[in-house]
């Protein structure tokens, strides 16, 4: 991406090197903090912060590339599931203001029981089968 000249976004300046997938509209890179082995971001090409404004061509894309993502990742690290997350808005843990989807493999194992996944994000509620 070389979008330097229109702002300051970490996502928008981003080394081209970093994309490992892209479309038309949307490209793939490995989280730079990743949670687990894998942990990929999929992020639209136009600088946009909500999920809900980007275009049904975009969405359509982003979830594309999902989808080659996630193909991707069960060949080269086999993982026994995923979680899908998009932190959309600052009251939602969003830190970088530009759209991203975080596709994280998940590993049996992991965690001692992942029941209620991202449901955690309020521990008191996750537990719903107790």
Avoid at 78 to 86: A, L, R, S, V
């Amino acid at each position: 991406m070389d979008n330097t000249t229109l702002c300051a976004c970490p996502f928008c300046n981003l080394d081209n090197s970093r994309i490992i997938q892209a479309n038309t509209h949307a490209f793939a890179i490995f989280d730079g903090y990743p949670v687990s082995p894998g942990h990929s971001l999929i992020i639209p090409k136009r600088h946009i912060a909500s999920f809900f404004e980007a275009t049904r061509e975009e969405q359509t894309a982003i979830f594309d590339l999902l989808a080659v993502m996630r193909a991707a990742l069960q060949k080269e690290h086999n993982p026994d599931g995923f979680n899908i997350g998009i932190n959309d808005g600052s009251a939602a843990g969003q830190t970088v203001m530009h759209l991203h989807i975080h596709l994280i493999p998940r590993y049996a194992g992991d965690m001692p029981d992942p029941r209620g996944g991202v449901r955690w994000i309020f521990p008191d509620k996750a537990a719903y089968w107790e």
